[in-house]
C-alpha cells in the first residue's frame, strides 16, 4: 500500500472525524479549528491522520488514527514520521503528547515519558487535551527536536 500525506482540507473532516470515532479518539478538534490535521491517503482513501496543535515553538501532538483494516503495517509510524518532520521543517522546540493505550509505540519513536506538570508551555497546559479532553491518568511524551 503506497500511502501520500498531505495536509487535510474541509472536505476531509467528515472522514477524520468517522476514523477518530472509529479508533475511539476525541473529535472535538476537528471542525473547531484548534487542531491542523494531516492525512494519510491511499488510492484516494484516507487511512489515517494525526493533528497538531500549536503553541509557539512547541507542538501539541493528538489523535493519531490508522484505518483498523489498515493497522499492524506500519501506517502509524509512517505518519508520526511525517509529523515529526513537519515539526522539523517548521523549526518547533517540541512535540508533546498525552497517550492512554500507546506509551510503548511512541517510546520507539525516541519520545520521552515526562510529568505532566514539567510541560514549560503554559499555553499548552490550559488546551482543552490538557485540561479535559484526556483523562490525569493519561501519560505525557515530549520530543525534543533541537
Sequence with gaps: MSTKFREAVKRDHNAIQSLLERTKLPTEAVDSGAAAFYVGESDGIIVGA??????????????????PSAQRRGLGSEIVDFMVD???????????????????????????VIDRSSVENEAMKQSPEFTYACPKSAVCMILGLR
Design 50 to 67: 494525526a493533528g497538531f496543535e500549536f503553541y509557539g515553538n512547541d507542538a501539541l501532538l493528538r489523535s493519531v488514527a490508522v484505518e
Design 86 to 112: 513537519l515539526a522539523r521543517q517548521k523549526k518547533l522546540r517540541n512535540v508533546v503528547l498525552l497517550t492512554e493505550t500507546a506509551k510503548g509505540f511512541f517510546a520507539k519513536k525516541n519520545f520521552q
